[in-house]
Structure formats: C-alpha cells, structure tokens
C-alpha cells in the first residue's frame, strides 16, 4: 500500500518526503488535490506524522533565529564566518575552510540563510462534507471540520489561527511563553495548552472546552458595551455567541459528545429537528429540507455517521413518520399521509 502510494504520489509530481511536503506547506496555499495528496501522505504511516511535525518544527526554530537576529549574530560560528568573508574580500583570494572551519562556516551561512528567508503562512481549507487533521509546529494538532478555512502563523512570541469560517478542534501543546490564539471575526479565544473546539458561522460564534482553560474576548472592538470584556471557560462550558443579536450564553454541555465529529459522528441529545438538519446539511451534498413548518420543533436524540443520509432518513420515516421526497438538490422532508 505504500509503494503504490509512493508511486501514485511521484506520478503525480507531489512530495514523498516530510521535508519536501513541509517546504511545500510553508511556501503559501496549497491546492485541494494537494492537501488530499498530503493527508493521504499522513494516513500511509503514523512515522510520516512524526517526521512532518519535526520538519515544521525545523520550520518554525527558523522563525524564531529571525526573530531574535541579534543573539544568532552574536554566534561564534556567525562571527567566523563574517571575518572569514571579510579578509576574502581584502585579499581577494578564495575563501579555504577546513575541518572545523568549514562546518563552523556552513552552519553561520545556515543562520544566515534563515534569518532572510520568510515563512509563509499555512492555510488549510476543507470542501463541503471533507474533514482534515494536522499537526502543526509546534506539536499541537488541528481537527478541521467540514467547509471549514483557517490560516496558521506562529512567532516567537504567540501561536496564531485566524479561523476565516467553519469549525476546528484544537490539541494545543501547553506553552506559557507563547499564547495560542484563535481568531474568528471580531472576536477572539486565548489558551496556553488545552483542547477546545471553535465554530464560527458569520457573526456567530460558538466555543467547547474539553480540557484545561480557555479565555474568549467576545469583541476585539469593544462595539457591543452589553458584552463583557473576558470570559473564562473550563472544561464542560459551551459558549455560544451572536454579535447581531448582542446576545452571550454559556452552558454546561458533554463536551466529548459535542464534539465528537472529529471521529466521524454528529450527536443530538434533544435537539430541535430544525438543528439536527441545519448540522446534517453541513455534509451531505443533497440538502434536507423541512416543509411542514410544526416539524421544525420535534425533539431528536441519537448519534449519526457523518455523511450518511440513508441513516437519517430510515430515523425520521421509521421514528416520526416523516418522509422524504427527492427534488433535485434537495430532500423534501413532509409527514407521512394519515391512513
């Protein structure tokens, strides 16, 4: 299975190394034929997972020597090799390194190298009803949910996401000296080291924590004077935000439960129809579409592979006596007939 992987992949003309396939992630956009090429890189081997988080972190130890050009100067190795290219300049003969030298020069040239050379940021985007898990640099992982986009751009100093739109569950690797944050419009979520999933769908906003502690700013902008500045979530909280209504809440939810399409389920536990068929619809190509509207308020409860339609409609015919009529795009959803 790998060898054909291998061979698939070299036909057609992607990365087959971790070092090859992290240049290509870093050097801007991927395409979608791409980012499927690589997660199918990632699932050929769990060694190919380690190896990739270990080049990103090559990666990103770059950004850092950047970020702190003063102390990679101050380097012995750098200063030899400055005055080595100094007296080749004043003597112009070639430069002759030995041994030592030599390695000492290579590695300064390295730094150098590095400390010129940008790092472009990470964008992952997934299709309608695709999901995608990635390490990232530093180590931590990222869940990414279905119609989902999100760019990474980590610095000395913090870890940053800007999620542009759907869902992610983040497996953050606990680092005090650099924050990870999460932007998603006006508002934005700060951890250290934790596991939380962010959803944001236009001026709405909805964050879980499954583990350790998390800190949302509702509104960066400081608009909405009802809302307040911080709010601290623990493990087990769902906030749910809404900027056009103004509107905050925070309740106590299973957060493994909610959160469990990142193993390729969705969970209702009294749900409104209206809900359960808003989050199916966020997989399935043909839409579920309610016509009567006293449907919308049936309560539902139960667990669903992500993706199979057959399931919820067997549910709601056998359950509710609701049936479905095929229309196209679109999976009319009506009682069935008395008698």
């Known amino acids: 299975m790998i060898r054909f992987l291998h061979t698939l992949l070299s036909a057609r003309r992607y990365p087959t190394t971790a070092a090859d396939w992290a240049a290509r992630a870093q050097a801007g956009r991927m395409s979608g034929a791409e980012q499927r090429a690589l997660d199918a890189w990632l699932k050929a081997d769990p060694d190919n997972v380690e190896a990739y988080a270990r080049c990103n972190r090559v990666g990103h130890l770059a950004a850092l020597m950047r970020q702190r050009a003063d102390r990679v100067m101050a380097l012995p190795a750098y200063r030899r090799l400055l005055e080595k290219e100094e007296r080749r300049r004043t003597a112009w003969r070639p430069l002759v ?12 040239l390295m ?8 790092v472009a940021d990470l964008t992952i985007t997934t299709a309608r009803g695709e999901q995608r898990q990635l390490p ?3 180590g931590s992982r990222v869940h990414v949910n279905t119609d989902s986009t999100l760019s990474v751009a980590f610095s000395a100093r913090e870890r940053r996401v800007d999620l542009r739109r759907g869902e992610a569950y983040f497996e953050v690797q606990r680092d005090p000296g650099r ?12 951890v250290v080291g934790t596991r939380f999933s962010v959803h944001r769908d236009g001026e709405r906003l909805e964050v879980i924590v499954t583990e350790g502690r998390v800190k949302v700013i509702p509104d960066l902008g400081h608009k909405v004077v009802t809302l307040p500045g911080t709010v601290d979530l ?3 909280d769902d906030l749910r935000l809404d900027l056009e209504r103004d509107r905050l809440q925070v309740s106590r939810v299973n957060a493994e439960q909610v959160t469990a399409w990142r193993t390729g389920f969705i ?25 009567d509207a006293q449907l ?17 409609e067997f549910v709601l015919r056998d359950g509710f006596g609701i049936e479905t009529e095929a229309q196209g795009d679109r999976l009319l959803l009506h009682r069935r007939p008395a008698g």
């Open 136 to 138: 990232l640099e530093d």
């Open 97 to 108: 390194l030995g041994g030592a030298a030599l390695a000492a020069g290579g590695a300064a």
């Open 234 to 236: 623990q493990p087990g």
């Open 179 to 190: 924050p990870f944050v999460v932007r998603a419009g006006s508002s934005e979520v700060r």
């Open 267 to 291: 969970h209702f536990d009294n749900a409104p129809l209206e809900d359960v068929i808003a989050d199916v619809n966020r997989y399935t190509r043909q839409e579920f579409v309610i016509v």
């Open 111 to 118: 730094l150098g190298l590095w400390l010129h050379t940008p």
């Open 296 to 312: 919308r308020t049936l309560r539902l409860s139960g667990n669903f592979k992500i993706g199979d339609s057959a399931a919820v």
